[in-house]
């Protein structure tokens, strides 16, 4: 495997770079001449815009991906501005005439940082075919609903009618960029959270182009798609399809890890035996391996197959690393008592029939006035039975670093406020590029599901401890926001994966579908928490050298008994 996580990259640096791609490629198209990558993008734009504001189109009126595929053909013949504008209209042309629309106003109630419609500027277009193209744009608001339906009862974007191109082959140059235009045109008018991406997503665009068009086989597809997925910079876009995972490699070192700060602490054995056969304790941190720091090898072997929302997320699936092709790596390795060693570490297919799994100690006993659950495997009943049993204590620890299912944000929130509260604010899509503020659903006439609580006098007033990482995510960081707008909340830990609210999938032509965060959360302060995570109160701080699997507790226990 060879894939790589582009770093956080700098906004200003990115926008400067866009401008000049735009100039470049604009200077070439003004002078008459088209290059190939131009050529191919403002097809894409133009084809995906169509998709989702013109008024027959939009209605579903035509199997939109075979045009895709019929008018490329056509496409390729052209090679100047001239012929390229001229074929543009008459295709937009062939679908009808287009009548002049009042444009709609989105004022304070809407977010319209997503809208971004430059392009009609910067492709060489003639006054013409630009006036078409804004005449579509001020009458999206009269667009069908064919391919993308906003339900009035949760308000999360709805593909359904994306049934993929049945008679999509890979090996076809065509084929692979409608993947590709199918992805981003999806993604430029209906991702709430695009405003947040690093890169600028229309240069995201230009340079995808040719990675597509080279991509001669299913797994050279496979790997650009998923460099492409990674671009959104969304936790819930996971995405391994079968060709991805037939390149897993099959053997593996026999620990467990933990990433502190992109080092590597040993933090548990499957098979207690291998581990003392290679020469390893618990507690030993891995700062490299094969010469390769642990950073570098993040970036390079897991960025490429997942897409994050944020760096820490990313560390939790440092596990990958402890998987290898060959039968061993060599390790950098730093012992406690600060000694550097570099080991020959065997990999495996298997840890034997009865191996005996070691773990470094976790618990620590709490003392009397201090409660603690594992939200994990709570249900409503333990959750009543938990805090009837322990409203008289003087603390709670409140541990969300996993994915709760056996109850509701509301469920628990009954007995930690005092009156109703409203934790969480939504935006929601409305139109292509535009977003509603301060989303209300049809759910909400039953049950809002941005407030939770009721009155209660008996709520829980001691102190309460929330304890998050890189683990809690989605429906768990809802659950978190609930929690800290009680009166007496603390949070302690690390940066969460940033991705609070539901997911919506889309699938592409070829059949793969792929899930994206359908709204963008924020607190009711207007604190965004897409990427961001959760606010933390009192940082983890571990350290790799001291690993301490039980810091979070005492330190828990400190801030309730200081």
């Known amino acids: 495997m060879a894939f790589l996580l582009l770093p956080e990259t700098n906004h200003v640096t990115m926008r400067s770079k866009f401008y000049f791609l735009v100039l470049l490629c604009s200077a070439s198209a003004f002078a008459g001449t088209v290059t190939q990558n131009h050529k191919y993008k403002t097809f894409g734009l133009v084809w995906g815009f169509l998709k989702y504001h013109h008024p027959e189109i939009s209605r579903g009126k ?37 009548n002049d629309e ?22 060489g277009f003639d006054s013409e075919l630009k006036n078409i193209l804004i005449k579509l744009k001020n009458g999206r608001h009269k667009a069908g609903d064919f391919y993308i339906k906003i339900p009035a009862l949760n308000q999360l974007q709805d593909f359904s009618n994306e049934k993929g191109f049945k008679a999509f082959d890979f090996t076809k140059k065509s084929h692979r960029l409608l993947d590709l235009f199918s992805f981003w045109n999806v993604t430029q008018y209906w991702n709430i959270n695009k405003f947040m991406f690093d890169e600028n997503w229309m240069t995201v665009l230009h340079e995808s182009i040719p990675g597509f068009i080279a991509a001669g086989t299913k797994l050279e597809l496979e790997r650009a798609k998923a460099r492409l997925f990674t671009k959104i910079q969304d936790s819930h876009a996971w ?13 593996f070192a026999p620990i467990t890890i933990q990433n502190v700060n992109d080092s590597l602490v040993i933090t548990g054995t499957p098979a207690k035996h291998l581990l003392q056969e290679n020469g390893l304790v618990l507690g030993d941190v ?26 820490n997320r990313c560390r939790a699936f440092s596990y990958l690393l402890m998987r290898g092709n060959s039968e061993s790596a060599v390790y950098s390795i730093l012992h406690t008592n600060g000694d550097k060693e570099e080991k020959i570490v065997q990999y495996y297919t298997t840890f034997g029939d009865s191996p005996q799994p070691e773990n470094m100690a976790s618990e620590i006993e709490f003392p009397e006035n201090v409660a603690y659950i594992n939200l994990k495997d709570a249900t409503k009943s333990s959750l009543k039975n938990f805090f009837e049993t322990n409203k008289n204590k003087r603390g709670i620890i409140l541990d969300l670093r996993n994915y709760p299912t056996g109850f509701a944000a509301d469920n628990l929130a009954k007995y930690l406020y005092p009156e109703k509260k409203k934790f969480v604010s939504f935006l929601g ?73 539901n997911i919506t999938t889309y699938m592409l032509p070829d059949g793969e579908s792929i899930s994206f965060t359908g709204f963008q959360a924020s ?9 961001k995570g959760l606010k933390i109160d009192v940082p983890l701080n571990q350290t790799a050298l001291h690993y301490d699997p039980a810091l979070i507790y005492k330190k828990a226990v400190a801030i309730i008994n200081p």
């Open 239 to 251: 995405y391994l399809s079968e060709t991805l995972l037939a390149e897993w490699p099959r053997r």
């Open 62 to 98: 035509y199997d939109w991906d075979a045009e895709f595929i019929k008018q490329f053909d056509a496409l390729e013949q052209l090679n100047d501005r001239e012929s390229l504008t001229a074929f543009y209209k008459k295709w937009i042309g062939s679908y009808g005439i287009i």
């Open 102 to 123: 009042k444009p709609e106003i989105y004022g304070d109630g809407f977010f319209t940082a997503n809208e971004d419609y430059r392009w009609f500027e910067t492709s």
């Open 286 to 311: 891995i700062t490299a391996i094969n010469g390769k720091p642990i950073k570098q090898l993040i970036d390079e072997n897991v960025g490429q197959y997942y897409s994050f929302s944020n760096r």
């Open 429 to 501: 899509a409305y139109a292509p590029g535009i977003a509603r503020k301060d989303l209300k659903t049809a759910l909400r006439l039953v049950n809002n599901p941005f407030a939770a609580g009721g009155s209660n006098k008996d709520y829980y007033k001691g102190q309460i401890v929330l304890l998050v990482d890189n683990h809690t995510i989605s429906m768990s960081e809802f659950m978190g926001m609930c929690i800290q707008a009680a009166p007496n909340c603390i949070t302690l830990g690390e940066e969460t994966a940033g991705v609070v609210a």
């Open 523 to 531: 607190y009711p302060d207007g604190k965004v928490v897409y990427r």
